[in-house]
């Protein structure tokens, strides 16, 4: 008996010296309470209650912009041989966009190496001030039908194609104009029609609505601080989704 009182007296001590190792501090352990604060609270003196913390709300991710070269296999309907520009001298531009549903997506536009740091400069503001774009895809996504990529309100940029009513190329064929929510910003004809019927409403301006773009507003401002002009100043016809650099 004698043996195994020593016994486990080694082994509570060995616990013991364990349970005090991980202590770094050298202030003096604190006596341990004799009585529960429900028990020493005074009848009419509620104890005081640990406040509760109030859940910060997440930022959103930040605008981020890359761009690299454009892969042939990428355009296999909006770039042919023949047109006036080398897909080589192109650039994919992968950024950052508000969309219609009040949420940060990613979107694809090919433009001219050339106008990169506009685009980049122009949709960093957009994107600051949370201005919505319904879609942002490769016009290729469309087969390269500019009619169809309008149809389903997508904002592209490169495609070589003739200008609307003319045997000239557009500046889309240089991969130097983009066309943004085209539903909300049609092209409208002198006497005020449009090709499409889901836009007829969105003819006149200027006018309210969620990605719509009116005369001097700070879309317009945006894009002309970097040498791009609004096709909705155009005299007669107006292309209010329309912005090219140099015009056209």
């Known amino acids: ?55 910060s709300a997440t930022a959103p991710p930040a605008f981020a912009a890359k761009v690299t070269p454009v892969a042939r296999d990428r355009l296999p309907y909006s770039w042919r041989p023949g047109c006036p520009v080398s897909y080589r001298d192109l650039r994919l531009v992968t950024l950052s ?12 536009l090919v433009v001219h190496k050339s106008v990169t740091d506009d685009i980049v400069t122009v949709f960093g503001k957009l994107y600051g001030w949370r201005w ?34 003319s045997s000239s190329w557009s500046n889309h064929a240089y991969g130097k104009a983009i066309d943004i929510n085209p539903r909300e910003n049609p092209y409208v004809t002198a006497s005020g029609s449009t090709a499409h019927k ?27 601080q970097v040498g791009w002009e609004w096709g909705g100043y155009w005299s007669g016809t107006k292309d209010f989704q329309h912005f090219s650099k140099g015009g056209g």
């Open 97 to 108: 966009y508000w969309g219609f549903d009040g949420k940060p997506h990613t979107g694809e």
């Open 1 to 55: 008996m004698k043996r195994a009182a020593a016994m486990a007296f080694v082994v509570l001590t060995t616990v013991s010296c364990g349970a005090a190792e991980p202590v770094a501090s050298s202030a003096p352990t604190p006596a341990p309470a004799t009585s529960s604060p429900a028990a020493t609270a005074s009848p009419t003196t509620s104890p005081t209650a640990s406040p509760t913390a109030t859940p």
């Open 132 to 165: 919505p774009i319904r879609q942002m895809k490769l016009v290729d996504a469309f087969k390269a039908d500019d009619y169809a990529s309008i149809e389903a309100d997508n904002t592209s940029a490169f495609n070589c194609r003739r200008a609307t009513g």
């Open 198 to 224: 889901n836009a007829e409403e969105f003819t006149k301006r200027p006018m309210k609505g969620k990605g719509v773009i009116n005369p001097g507003d700070k879309v317009v401002k945006a894009f002309a």
